[in-house]
């Protein structure tokens, strides 16, 4: 396996900002090179080991769910080989890692979609009997399938900051309410459709967050990664019990970790242990495997 990248280091193209994972680059005026790194954010905060392989694994998962969505609305996706528009010594920070996407304008908001009661979700029920502010049969368990799939959207955060959940009257405020009912239907349909087909090759996608954005003619499309490991919960069907708190293919098995240990949750991060790092990197491979092959 190469060795794990934690930071893109090109210089051919201007660097356009550093998020979470992904490091973005101008590639002219109307397109990007997002790299998508091995660095792993946990409760908002880099940690400072990179997981190897992560990267790749993230890249090629996103590629595929572009892909296979792509029916149901336009995508970032360009085509181009990542590696034309970086220097030959720069191509081996790209391959596999990098894409090569239209430049479009982000909405300000992440749209959340839950299909099982867990997280979050299961402690704002326990405490309310809704999930931000939806409201919710009684007698509900933990782990355990909602009647119907939640979108429920929250603010992006800056790095180090905690996204904030929004009720849908506030994304209507902040975007329109024509386009608001855009990206909820998407959403819903996007998450619908992966957890149908993730179901057939034996992961369940509990939840997972969806970005999208507009281009000059304001038409709505999905961008930044879709599905990945990152963005959702993927738990093993053949492991799930109801009541209990999945075993998962995703970075909340470092969560789980995280949780173990003295950490207030605030910047710098923890340094993570070989072994984490390696059943880590094994998670996200696992999730790559059942999926595609």
């Known amino acids: 396996m190469p060795?794990?990248?934690?930071?893109?280091?090109?210089?051919?193209?201007?660097?356009?900002?550093?998020g979470k994972v992904r490091d973005i680059f101008a590639v002219g005026g109307d397109k990007m090179l997002i790299v998508t790194t091995d660095r792993l954010s946990a409760f908002d905060v880099i940690l400072p080991d990179p997981i190897p392989g992560k990267g790749a694994v993230l890249t090629a998962v996103a590629d595929f769910w572009f892909k296979k969505l792509a029916h149901i609305l336009p995508n970032q996706l360009t085509g181009i080989d990542p590696e034309t528009v970086v220097a030959p010594?720069?191509?081996?920070?790209?391959?596999?890692?990098?894409?090569?996407?239209?430049?479009?304008?982000?909405?300000?908001i992440e749209?959340?979609?839950?299909?099982?009661?867990?997280?979050?979700?299961?402690?704002?029920y326990q405490a309310?009997?809704?999930?931000?502010?939806?409201?919710?049969?009684?007698?509900?368990?933990?782990?355990?399938?909602?009647?119907?799939p939640l979108f429920t959207p929250s603010t992006k955060a800056e790095i180090g900051t905690h996204d904030e959940n929004i009720d849908y009257a506030a994304v209507e405020k902040t975007v329109g309410p024509v386009l608001a009912a855009q990206v909820r239907d998407a959403a819903l349909q996007l998450y619908s459709e992966a957890a149908a087909y993730a179901l057939t090759r034996g992961i369940i996608i509990a939840d997972t967050k969806f970005e999208f954005g507009l281009d000059a003619a304001g038409t709505l499309h999905l961008i930044d990664e879709v599905l990945t490991p990152d963005s959702s919960r993927f738990w093993p069907a053949d492991t799930y019990e109801v009541g209990t708190s999945p075993a998962s293919f995703d970075k909340q098995f470092v969560r789980d970790y995280l949780e173990t240990i003295d950490w207030n949750k605030q910047a710098p991060g923890p340094r993570l242990p070989a072994g984490i790092l390696e059943k880590t990197s094994a998670k996200y491979r696992e999730a790559l495997d059942r999926l595609i092959t």
């Open 89 to 108: 010594v720069e191509r081996d920070q790209v391959r596999g890692r990098a894409i090569v996407v239209k430049k479009l304008k982000p909405l300000p």
């Open 128 to 148: 309310t009997g809704k999930v931000c502010g939806i409201p919710l049969p009684a007698g509900l368990q933990m782990a355990q399938q909602l009647p119907e």
């Open 111 to 124: 749209a959340v979609v839950r299909g099982y009661l867990i997280g979050s979700g299961w402690k704002d």
């Open 3 to 18: 060795q794990p990248l934690f930071e893109a280091s090109i210089t051919s193209l201007p660097l356009l900002g550093r």
